[in-house]
């Protein structure tokens, strides 16, 4: 009699089979601690029945000789039938179901899961129609020929472990032999009804996603999520026999009161200090907000609800405040229901403000890179959660698991990026991007991490950043999330949008009235340039006769003008444009007639003189080496766009803000990567024209903490930089019937001709903005569409960024980074796979990205001219030194590549 030993799923550490008896009882044993207790599939059904039933079918096609060949091959062999295991197990799952009493679409929301569980999740209706009605194509070929071939064989050689493999899933309601019979009817070879039927109809069965149930692509989400984190951990530890209990599973969220003891240090550092009166009431209004906020999130936790808004000022805190709120959502919920579930989950828009928040978390809390409390998941991130030493339960420990110590760094390392990609952590930064286009049509690595959502609270910061066409599926996927993963939800920004309706219903308010922390907070006015009211339009609503989208704008020379007056005046100024060739022409203009001391070029100096350049070439050295060489009447320019480095970015922001503090007349020009979540303050702002919300948050630079007694905020709109046709704010934000306009229109409600104070425009023209915003009623509509018809390959063609061709350039400035490059370079030469890989990661801060388009020869030509990173790489690798490699990078204005596109000018 064959025994399970001789059928294994996976190989151990050295070699041993492990029994797919064994695997299977893991999986299972895992996706109970992965699925909710409360969920409900869409006939109302248990969903962890459901995905425990799912678990114990899904590696059912492994029973065959054929893939067993392939196992102990390692793959090389070439079986005389189908190795693969999924169609088979899929129809099992499906059979399975049923025999549980399982009806209507549930068991297709098995059959879905375990069909896909090593792939992405197909368009529902079309995938089930290929493989059971249609009548050519590889997809029928999997379940109406090979899986009936496959069964056959199964019977012929083990029948007996395929009796006990389908006993145990259909907890003895099925029999091995009935589900063969399915499989080897005639008319099984021609059509499978009996898996069409929930999601075809008519005559000839044609594909029908209207006809599945409401939450049925939710629960394909839970089920199919479940099973490959649990499919991918319980492989991990069986072949390295490392003890992944349920202990690695559970969140620790960081301790609120680690909140309430930074706010106790800072009180008593600023009562010690000799602080401005206006200062110190900025620092009573913060901690009033957080007390306020903290207090009516303790009554969010029993709203129904489950979405709320925090609305603040800029400058108030919000990061801190909206950090306090979400633990004390978890805090208190837990308190009740005591749950393995919950964590804290914080997206924000940008992948350049992630780190330094994730960094002031780690601070905040106490944590190391690696610690279970905290992890950063952006598509730079090295995602890592260690796992635990040991399992609270010595029973979750495996009998034969190993010492942790013998186990290889490599197994290590790959079980701590499964659990940082899972989610594992108490709390994750992470970007709008991993959140949303992960719920929305997952791969099947990023669906690891939708099973950490239950429970768990998640905090939007800056959702107006979210690209229009999106809201009405954030919206949708807002309500999954509180719905199906019982999250709760905080939107919070200062220029709070009409995005989340919370069932037809206001968001609860974690400020009940916003507008007295905004009239109290008046610290600028805002001034609009006459090149920016003839954007205004006039009585009656029609636009200024000068205020069409093709007007020239303001000059690059009078520009430069105005910015040469106000640092005259020794004020520090912030100056950001809407394109990079607009920001290089107006540092070329401010730099003819200010001859400034460069700083980019300072910083470049410091970098080629080091003897250990990245370790001693610090801000404060910078900062210093400038205060020294500066003359008396000398301004200082840094000039910063995404052609920069994002470690020479952080260095040189930085580097900014000490200037600014400390009185220097410093001019920062730069594009709107500073805009948001980057704490610089200036005593004044230029922002050419944009969005409302864009110029909200670039005033949030200005004066921030009361530095002078008023600020400035001036809106001007530039003309078209050389060789260009169109104005920089009609190139990014449109024409006609765009964003600008209704910023115009916002405007005008608040402009008489006089400066405008701060809350006029945060408070009363947002509102304008948002309304007029809402009455267009913005957003694909058909995306809520995909989701509701279960098409998740048209939901994984989405993405929230603008995913336009580039290439991907690693800068090098020091010698240690050359260095680097010659030690990558070597790895490749020698096959060493892993160091070259560790290596690659470690030049993603010296990288940029620069965007190629259809037709754009000369800069498709010029990068051809590039040396590569190693001759297989699609990374490019430029010497950043002055005269090396053509100068294609210059300190002052990074990589210059040509750019000869309109969308190529962008941030």
């Known amino acids: ?97 049923e025999a549980r009493g399982f009806d209507g679409a549930d068991p297709l929301v098995g059959f879905l899961a375990v069909a896909r569980h090593h792939g992405r999740l197909p368009d529902s209706a079309d995938y089930v129609q290929r493989a059971a009605i249609e009548q050519s194509g590889r997809i029928r070929t999997l379940y109406r020929t090979e899986a009936l071939e496959q069964a056959t064989h199964v019977d012929e050689t083990v029948p007996e472990l395929a009796r006990v493999l389908v006993e145990r899933a259909t907890d003895s309601a099925g029999d091995w032999e009935t589900f063969h019979e399915r499989l080897s009817r005639e008319e099984a070879s021609i059509e499978l009804p009996w898996v069409a039927e929930a999601a075809c109809s008519g005559r000839r069965l044609r594909p029908a996603p209207e006809k599945l149930p409401e939450g049925f692509y939710e629960s394909v989400l839970q089920v199919w999520s479940a099973l490959v984190f649990a499919d991918k951990a319980s492989a991990a530890s069986l072949t390295t026999r490392m003890a992944i209990g349920r202990d690695a599973y559970r969140s620790t969220p960081p301790r609120r009161q680690a909140i309430d003891e930074r706010v106790t240090t800072l009180q008593a550092e600023n009562a010690e200090s000799d602080l401005d009166p206006r200062t110190e009431q900025m620092n009573e209004r913060r901690e009033d907000a957080r007390r306020e906020v903290g207090a009516r999130a303790a009554e969010f936790v029993d709203d129904e609800r489950r979405v709320a808004t925090l609305t603040l000022p800029t400058g108030m805190g919000k990061t801190l405040t909206g950090l306090d709120a979400a633990l004390t959502v978890l805090e208190n919920r837990g308190r009740d229901e005591p749950s393995d579930e919950g964590r804290l989950v914080y ?46 339960d010595p029973e979750e420990v495996p009998d034969d698991a190993v010492d942790p110590e013998e186990v290889p760094d490599d197994a290590v390392e790959n079980v701590a990026s499964l659990l940082g990609e899972s989610w594992r952590s108490g709390l994750v930064v992470t970007t709008f991007v991993q959140l949303f286009e992960s719920l929305a049509g997952p791969t099947n690595s990023r669906s690891m991490k939708l099973p950490a959502l239950y429970g768990s609270v998640v905090v939007l910061d800056e959702p107006q950043a979210l690209p229009l066409e999106w809201w009405p599926l954030v919206d949708r996927l807002v309500d999954l999330l509180t719905e199906e993963y019982g999250a709760s939800v905080i939107a919070m920004t200062a220029t709070q949008p009409k995005l989340l309706t919370a069932g037809d219903r206001e968001p609860f308010s974690l400020v009940a009235d916003p507008d007295p922390y905004y009239a109290e907070l008046d610290r600028l006015d805002f001034v609009l340039h006459p090149s920016a009211t003839a954007m205004l339009p006039a009585e009656g609503g029609a ?4 205020a069409d989208s093709e007007s020239p704008g303001l000059s690059y020379d009078r520009a430069s003008e105005l910015v040469a007056d106000r640092v005259d005046d020794g004020n520090s100024v912030l100056t950001i444009c809407n394109t990079i060739d607009s920001a290089r022409e107006l540092a070329t203009a401010v730099t003819d007639r200010t001859a400034p001391l460069n700083v980019n070029e300072a910083y470049a100096d410091l970098l080629d003189s080091a ?30 766009t995404t052609r920069h480095r994002p470690c020479d970015r952080r260095h040189l922001i930085r580097v900014a803000t000490d200037l600014a503090e400390a009185g220097e007349p410093v001019l920062f020009l730069s594009t709107q990567l500073v805009e948001a979540g980057v704490d610089v303050s200036f005593d004044e702002v230029i922002r050419d024209f944009a969005p409302m919300d864009s110029l909200v948050q670039a005033a949030g630079r200005c004066n921030r903490s009361y530095d002078r007694s008023r600020g400035r905020v001036t809106v001007w709109r530039l003309e078209p930089p050389a060789g260009r046709e169109t104005p920089p704010s009609s190139a990014v934000y449109g024409r006609g019937e765009s964003l600008t306009k209704l910023t115009a229109q916002a405007l005008a409600t608040v402009y008489d001709g006089e400066p405008m104070p701060e ?23 058909e995306y809520v569409d995909y989701l509701e018809h279960a098409q998740a390959e048209q939901l994984g063609r989405l993405s929230l960024i603008d995913e336009r061709p580039a290439a991907d350039v690693v800068v090098t400035r020091t010698a240690e980074e050359r260095e680097t490059i010659e030690a990558l370079r070597e790895a490749h030469r020698e096959h060493r796979w892993e160091d070259l890989d560790d290596l690659v990661e470690s030049t993603a801060d010296w990288q940029v990205s620069v965007p190629v388009y259809p037709g754009d020869d000369d800069t498709l030509e010029k990068l051809q001219a590039c040396e590569r990173l190693f001759p297989d790489a699609d990374r490019l690798v430029l010497d950043g030194r002055p005269g090396r490699d053509d100068g294609y990078f210059d300190a002052t204005d990074g990589v210059v590549i040509p750019d000869t596109s309109v969308e190529a000018r962008l941030l």
């Not at 492990?18 to 895992?30: F, K, N």
């Not at 636009?543 to 000068?546: F, K």
């Not at 003897?611 to 610090?618: G, H, I, K, M």
């Open 1 to 97: 009699m064959v025994e399970f030993t001789e059928r294994p799923s996976h190989l151990g550490p050295d070699g041993e089979p492990i029994p797919l008896e064994e695997h299977l009882d893991d999986v299972r044993e895992r996706v109970d601690w992965l699925v909710s207790d409360d969920a409900e599939t869409p006939e109302g059904n248990s969903l962890p029945e459901l995905a425990e039933t799912v678990a114990q079918a899904h590696d059912f096609g492994k029973l065959t000789a054929w893939f067993q060949e392939h196992l102990l091959s390692d793959g090389n062999a070439d079986p005389d039938g189908p190795k693969h295991h999924a169609p088979i197990s899929a129809l099992l799952a499906h059979y399975a179901l």
């Open 347 to 392: 997206a924000l828009p940008y992948t350049s403000i992630i780190d330094q928040v994730a960094a002031e978390s780690r601070e905040l809390f106490e944590t190391g890179e690696r610690n279970e409390r905290v992890t950063v998941d952006h598509h730079l991130a090295d995602t890592l959660v260690s796992p635990p030493d040991d399992a609270d």
């Open 543 to 546: 636009r200024n006769a000068d």
């Open 611 to 640: 003897d250990r350049p990245t370790a001693s070439v610090r801000p404060e050295r910078t900062y210093r080496d400038v205060v020294r060489r500066r003359r008396d009447d000398e301004p200082l320019l840094i000039h910063l």
């Open 759 to 781: 809350p006029a425009v945060t408070r009363d023209a947002v509102e304008t903005y948002f309304e007029l915003l809402d009455r267009r009623d913005v957003g694909a509509d």
